[in-house]
Structures are given as C-alpha cells and as structure tokens.
C-alpha cells in the first residue's frame, strides 16, 4: 500500500468568478496523482470532487470509471457529482434541529422547499476548497463560517488524498469545530465499472454484495427515515451475498432502483471496517469500500436524465431526485458529460458511507455532534481490483 512512487502533477480546471474579492475570479485547480502502474485520480478543489479515475481492466487496458464533467460549468450546473458533501450529508427533516438545548433553523434547499439537504444551498460541494501537495499527498482545506446554512459554529475541515501503487484510493476526513454542530462528510462519487460512459446496460452487469443486515426504514412521503431499523431479511435489500443488479431487479426496488441507507454490521458503530464489494464481470474490474462510519448510501443512478422515461409506477412516491431537479420534464432532458459521454438513469452508483440520514434528530440513531476541542474523523477508502481469471475472485 506504498505512495513512494505517486507523482502528482497541478494544473488549473477552470475559473469561478468571486465579484465580492479582491480578485474577480479564483482558479479551480486539479491535481493527477499517479501511481507506479500509470493508474490515475484526478481531482479537483471545487468540491474537494473527484474527476477521474483510471484504473485497468483484465487486458492492462486503463478506462475511467468515474462520471463527471470536462469542466466546472459542468459540475455546477449538476450538484453533488462527485464532490464532498457536508456539513451534513443529506436531510435534515423541515431544516430544524436542536443542539445543546439550543434551537437553529437551516436552509430549507431540498427540490420541494421542506427539508434542509446535502448541507444546504452553499454545502461543501458548492465552494472552491484551499488545496495544495504535501509530499505523496493531496490536501485540501475548507472553512464553513458560523451561521453559515443556519448552522452553529466555525467548521474547518481537510482532506488527505492518497493514491497507493496497489490502487487504493485513501481519504482521510478531518474536522473541528468552534461551536457543538453536527458533522457528517463523505464523497459521493458516481462510478460505472466499465467505464464511466458505458451507461445502464454495463450497470447492469455489476454484482454486489454488502456488509449490511439492517436498512434505516424510510417514509415514502418525506423521504425521511422513521427512526426504526429494519432487518434486511427478505426483502430487496438483502445483498449480503453477490447480487446482480439486472433491470428486473432494479424494477422491484421501490421507486425502480436503489437510493437507500443501510446499517454497515459491526461490533462498534465507529469500527473502521469492509462495506461493500461492487464487480463488473465484463472488464474484470472490482470495487471494495472500507470506512468507519455507521452507515452506507447506496444508489442505483436513479436521478439522471431518462428522456425515454421508463419509470415504475411508483417512482414518484419514491424517488427523491427533486432535490436535484424537480420537475418531470428537467429530468427528461440530456446530461453530457466527460468526452461527450450522455448519463442516463442507472447509468452509474455511489457507494458513500456516512452516518444515518437526520441523525441530529432521531436520538437512536448514532451521535453527528462534534464539540469544540474533539476531532471528527472519517477513514474512507476505494479499493480498485481485479477478478482473478482462473477463480473469478478479487485480487
């Protein structure tokens, strides 16, 4: 698990303009780490986001499988694609939480204008983050000031990005804060095993298995969890053992595809430990998640465009991709990405552990406050393999 002989190179992705500086615009920089076997990741400030990352199938060929944009105007126009989410990852029921006997109302941006979502109108996601390189490392460094979103006390917040030479991609979430708050960090990184422009029919190809015995149920109405954990015994979130997640399987998922929180299984909520396992037969590419938070969102792609609009009949009860675009018909509309790449509905997954969703609000759930003089800590990593020809099995 060496970085010894990462290089990184620093260029520049784009600009923002910042009216209110001194400067009229800052500079989006992107840093290419490369690993001793020419795979790659590329990220970029704006949103502490990944852009890329290119790693090898079974014939040595390298493909990028992660989806996302050629430029900023991209990633601002579609939110949350591949960026670090925070404050708090997504929503806080009708924007409102109580901290240390202490009321505070949030920013209420989630699509149907109710629930504060994915830490708010300017979340992580929305800014450009300091960044810089220390030694085999990438960190980049972003202050959220008190009030801002609604939300108490000074957050700082860094990132170390590492790029091993066995192609694990390390992220070390750090932050503290000068006020008790809650916080909840992770990436949401949109991948496709085949290759980030393969679309649905390669998702569909991938076989999944994950360490979780428990989902947070959820009512359909407000897209909130309830408070209970329920068993995944028989039911679609089963997926302990290897799952293919064919279109007949998508389907009778509740809203056509997967968007849930599922509780990770272990001894201690706060273990560093094996999440999931995600396999593309195909190019004979593998995936394993390991963090040390309590939970696991797991999503199917089900918020990019599908201009066929092959939807079940009950995907609007279910799906919550309002808080991305809500109307019916913006979502019908194309989305281009990387190299003139379309994205269509199940065209890619997330895999992002973080905690329980509104958390701050269910006392069963486990603890997001962070209080002046502890540190957040958030250990995530993407462990990039392949299947073994002769046993088909990660290697």
């Known amino acids: 698990m060496s970085v010894a002989e990462t290089f990184i ?5 784009g600009f923002v303009p910042r009216p209110n500086r001194d400067e ?9 780490m490369t690993n001793k076997h020419k795979a790659s990741v590329q990220l970029i400030s704006w949103g502490a986001g990944i852009q890329s990352i290119k790693v090898p199938n079974q014939s040595g060929i390298l493909g990028d499988v992660v989806l996302g944009f050629d430029d900023v105007e991209g990633y601002s126009r579609n939110r949350y694609v591949g960026s670090m989410i925070g404050r708090v990852v997504n929503r806080i029921s009708c924007g409102k939480m109580r901290v240390e006997n202490e009321s505070y109302a949030l920013s209420r941006n989630s699509g149907d204008g109710v629930d504060h979502f994915n830490g708010g109108f300017v979340g992580f996601d929305n800014v450009n983050w300091n960044s810089y390189v220390m030694k085999k490392h990438v960190v980049m460094t972003h202050l959220s000031p008190a009030n801002s979103e609604g939300y108490p006390g000074d957050v700082l917040t860094q990132i170390k ?14 932050a503290t804060s ?30 999944i298995s994950l360490n979780a015995g428990s989902w947070t149920f959820t009512d359909i109405k407000n897209n909130l969890p309830t408070g209970t954990v329920h068993p995944v015994d028989r039911t679609v979130f089963e997926l302990r053992l290897p799952t293919q997640l064919t279109k007949r399987r998508l389907y009778i998922v509740p809203g056509g595809g997967y968007n849930q929180n599922l509780c990770i299984t272990s001894p201690s909520s706060w273990s560093y430990r094996f999440h999931a396992r995600i396999i593309h037969p195909g190019s004979g590419r593998t995936l394993e ?43 019908q509309k194309e989305m281009w990405g990387k190299d003139g790449a379309r994205y269509r ?35 995530l990593t993407y462990k990039f393999g392949l299947l073994s020809k002769s046993l088909d099995t990660p290697t």
């Open 24 to 32: 009229p615009f800052e500079i989006i920089r992107r840093y290419t």
């Open 289 to 331: 998640v390991y963090s040390n938070q309590p939970g696991l969102k797991f999503s199917t792609g089900n918020d990019l465009p599908d201009p066929d609009c092959n939807y079940p009949p009950d995907f609007e009860d279910y799906c919550d991709c309002t808080d991305i675009e809500p109307k019916l018909e913006e979502r």
């Open 345 to 379: 509905r199940h065209g890619g997954f997330i895999l992002s552990p973080q905690n329980y969703p509104n958390a701050v609000n269910t006392s069963d759930f486990p603890p997001c406050i962070l209080y002046p003089g502890q540190v957040y800590v958030h250990d």
């Open 9 to 13: 190179e620093e260029d520049g992705f």
């Open 178 to 207: 000068t006020k008790p708050t809650p916080v909840d960090v992770t990436a949401n990184c949109l991948m496709n095993l085949a290759g980030h422009a393969t679309g649905p029919n390669e998702l569909r190809k991938h076989v």
């Open 161 to 174: 990005y590492s790029w091993t030479d066995d192609n694990q991609l390390l992220m070390n979430i750090r």
